[in-house]
Structure formats: structure tokens, C-alpha cells
């Protein structure tokens, strides 16, 4: 096939010429993934998918000051043997081949300053909830990373991150001063102590117009600025330049080992730069998770609340927390938590605008080699109840009378040292408000409750 063949002979071209150079240690690392999938969407889609991943990786090591890596990437389902190669989003990450990481890593020398330049997976911190809702790291990013430890209970991290580029008109060169950007800046503090630890962190965002844009923006800030939903249904239509902020901190205290608390704060502020009129949107996110370690698994006990709009906002999303690629692992279904390359169920990415909780029974293991996961989730709204006339989907916009209960299982057996077989299972209890007859509100007339039962195999070298 074009694209794994692509894949090898990049690979072979990079290991060829690296074995020219003894001084250069080359390391190859990668994994295939098969995944047969069968589901029942929310808006009522039968899925029936077998899709097949293929990454292939190397490191490049001169030294333990300087060394290099890339990550080849490439996904087809099975049967499409001609699919097109483009990509869309800003980054253009979702082609059925790319470069998914490229970068170097050097010391600076005579200091403990490390550096990563390259396209690598660069996100916020995250604990309680394993991912982070503003900034994470499903998506790659172009950029600089710098960290250091300064002491033994002190580490900084910084870097910048250029997640779209965009030329002033369809066709016209990428020239430096007619180019369009969206940038992301961060800084992190890491305070470690015995059985606590603190990661307090800043990011700022600057996002030109005509970047990281769309109706489907899993890669912009959201709302996408082109497509700001107003009451009457219709959208802002014009993709304005804003600049955001995020000041947040998450802890984990581990004193009373195997009990362990996690929590984690964060608060967003977008402005828009332009005289549109519009006002900015501003909001925060809480989350939190209790568990305790056995011999057996470990039980969890995890909440989460993030700030809804009132009915009183002039567009969607105006008082939930603004997000930039971020993520949040919820569930398997309803949310991003999957543990599988790709859920087909129409989820929520970030779980701005709800609030929930999650009793979950983690690494449950009796026998070598097999275990399980099994979580019950509860989830809501905190935006308006009126505010469904703005016509958003139930996962991607719930309201205080939207909500939903969910079952999940997850199951891995390691069949060989690098060979695993995972079966995940989701069941999604729906409760939504749909379309009254006569309303411009654009949401369906009828959900259904969804499922999703998927069998994964992955080779990891």
C-alpha cells in the first residue's frame, strides 16, 4: 500500500544514512494497530470499522547532550486503498501519512537547560482526570521546549507552540508579514515535597483571524471564532483575532500512600481584538479524584465541575472555560477517555459546560497478564436551559436538562511481551432535551441511547 510503503522507506532511508556515522546510535520504536469496531451512535449512526495504524519511530543519539527523533504516522481504513493523502486543520495532522514528530533535543552546555525544538506533543499538566481541558497533547505542535531542575524540589518548563500558519489569501506565499498565526505560550512550575506535589502554570494564546478554524474545531478554541452561534441560529461568520489566557494548578498528595488525592484548577480568559462588539468569554474548570491502590486494583472516587453559560449570553460557550486542543479522559464514550485509537462515538472532547462523577474500579487483575477496568459515570449540563435554541448537539453543548449515565468496560491481555489485545465496552444512557416542533433550535428530534464494542491488537517494538 502507498502509505505504509511511504512509511518503510523513509524509515530505511534514515537508518540507512545514519549507519554511515558510528558516532550515531540509532534506536527504531513504532507499533501496528488493528481495530474492528461496531457502535450505535447518539444521532442514531450504525458504525461498522476496521481500521488499521501504523507508527514507526527512531531516536537519533549522538550523546546524552544531543540527540534526535522523528515519528512517522499513518491511518487507513480497511478497503480504502486510494484514499486521498490531504489533510485538514491547522496542522494538517489528519492525513492518512504525516510526520507526526520531528524534533532534537540538546543540552545547553554547562547548564542543567534542556531544549526540544522540533514538531513534538507539547500540553498543560494534568492529574485528577489524566488529560488537561485547555492545552493537551493529542495533537502535535511546532514549537520550542525548554525545562530545567533547579533544585531537587524545583523544576521550570516553558515553551511556544505554532499551531496554524495561514497565508493572507488562497495561494499567496507564506511571506513573513502577510502570514496569519495562532501561537501558544506556556509556562509551568514543578514543586515537588515528600508525598506532595504542585504544578501551578500560565499559558497565553494568540490566534490571528483565519486560523485553526471550522464547524468540527477539535483543533481550535472553541467556539471556533468563524462560527460563533448567536440565539437566532445563525453564526458570527467571520473569523476574528483573539488572544487568551489560562492561569491554572494542579496537585497530587501521596503521604498516605496507597491512598492517593488529586486535584486540579484552571480558569480561562478570551479576548477578542477586533472591534466586534462581541464580549469576551471567560470561565473555569475544577476536577478531583480519590483512589486507593491494592493488590487487586484500584478504586476511584473522581468529580468534575466546569462553569455553563446563564441564558442571558449573547452566544454559545461565552461563560465555559476557553480550550485550545484540550482533551478530558471522563469516560471511554461520551467523553475523550477511550483507551482505543479511535472512538467512533460523537463525543465530548473537553467537558466545558458539564459537571459529573465517576466511580471506577481501575487495573482489576486476578490473573497474569489480564486485567480490567470497570467505571459508571454520571454527567450534566451547567449551561442554561434555554440555551438550547442554540441548536449544538447534546455531547457537544449540554444544558442543565441534558444529561446522560454510562458503563464502561475495559479489558487488556498481553498475549506476548509486545503483543496486546484490548477490549473496550461503552453503554451511554441518554436524557436529552431534542427540537421542539416550530424552533429554529437546530438539535434533532429524536437520540438514542448509543454503545460501542471494540476489539484492539497492537504490536509495540
Avoid at 487483575?365 to 459515570?377: A, G, N, P
Wanted: net charge negative; with cysteine.
Amino acid at each position: 500500500m502507498k502509505k505504509l510503503t511511504t512509511l518503510i522507506l523513509a524509515a530505511g532511508m534514515v537508518c540507512a544514512a545514519a549507519s554511515g556515522a558510528s558516532a550515531i546510535d540509532v534506536e527504531m520504536d513504532g507499533a501496528f494497530n488493528f481495530q474492528y469496531t461496531q457502535a450505535h451512535t447518539l444521532d442514531r449512526t450504525k458504525i461498522d470499522a476496521e481500521t488499521q495504524f501504523v507508527e514507526v519511530g527512531a531516536s537519533l543519539t549522538a550523546s546524552e547532550n544531543l540527540a534526535g527523533y522523528f515519528r512517522l504516522w499513518s491511518k487507513w481504513e480497511w478497503g480504502n486503498t486510494e484514499e486521498e493523502m490531504a489533510g485538514s486543520g491547522g496542522l494538517g495532522n489528519y492525513q492518512r501519512a504525516y510526520v507526526k514528530m520531528a524534533y532534537i533535543d540538546w543540552t545547553v552546555p554547562g547548564t542543567p537547560v534542556k531544549i526540544r525544538m522540533g514538531r513534538q506533543e507539547l500540553e498543560l499538566p494534568a492529574v485528577a482526570l489524566d488529560k488537561n481541558p485547555a492545552i493537551w497533547s493529542s495533537d502535535p505542535a511546532d514549537g520550542i521546549a525548554v525545562a530545567a531542575d533547579l533544585t531537587d524540589w524545583l523544576s521550570l518548563a516553558a515553551f511556544w507552540a505554532r499551531y496554524d500558519r495561514q497565508a493572507a489569501s488562497h495561494g499567496a506565499p507564506f511571506t513573513t508579514h502577510h502570514a496569519t498565526t495562532a501561537d501558544i505560550f506556556a509556562l509551568v512550575a514543578d514543586l515537588k515535597f515528600e508525598g506532595f506535589q504542585f504544578k501551578p502554570y500560565f499559558a497565553f494564546a494568540a490566534q490571528d483571524g483565519n486560523t485553526m478554524d471550522g464547524s468540527d474545531s477539535n483543533n481550535a478554541l472553541t467556539p471556533a471564532p468563524g462560527v460563533i452561534t448567536f440565539r437566532d441560529g445563525s453564526t458570527a461568520g467571520t473569523n476574528y483575532g483573539n488572544n487568551t489566557f489560562w492561569l491554572g494548578v494542579n496537585g497530587e498528595m501521596s503521604l498516605f500512600d496507597p491512598l492517593t488525592v488529586k486535584a486540579d484548577f484552571l480558569y480561562g480568559d478570551r479576548d477578542f481584538r477586533s472591534h466586534t462588539g462581541l464580549p469576551g468569554q471567560h470561565g473555569w474548570w475544577v476536577d478531583g479524584a480519590v483512589s486507593y491502590k491494592t493488590d487487586y486494583g484500584t478504586p476511584e472516587l473522581a468529580a468534575w465541575f466546569g462553569s455553563g453559560d446563564d441564558k442571558d449570553v449573547k452566544y454559545a460557550y461565552q461563560k465555559n472555560m476557553p480550550t485550545m486542543c484540550g482533551r478530558f479522559g471522563g469516560s471511554f464514550g461520551f467523553f475523550n477517555g477511550s483507551g482505543l485509537e479511535d472512538n467512533y462515538l460523537p463525543d465530548n472532547h473537553t467537558g466545558l459546560g458539564t459537571w459529573g462523577v465517576r466511580l471506577a474500579m481501575k487495573d482489576i487483575s486476578f490473573i497474569d497478564d489480564l486485567s480490567h477496568t470497570v467505571q459508571v459515570i454520571y454527567a450534566s449540563g451547567t449551561n442554561a436551559n434555554k440555551n438550547a435554541v442554540f441548536g449544538l448537539d447534546p455531547w457537544a453543548y449540554m444544558t442543565h436538562k441534558d444529561s446522560m449515565v454510562e458503563f464502561d468496560l475495559g479489558t487488556e491481555y498481553e498475549i506476548y511481551k509486545n503483543l496486546k489485545a484490548y477490549l473496550e465496552m461503552a453503554y451511554i444512557i441518554e436524557d436529552f432535551q431534542t427540537r421542539k416542533s416550530g424552533s429554529y433550535n437546530a438539535r434533532a428530534g429524536k437520540y438514542d441511547n448509543g454503545w460501542q464494542i471494540a476489539l484492539q491488537l497492537t504490536y509495540e517494538f
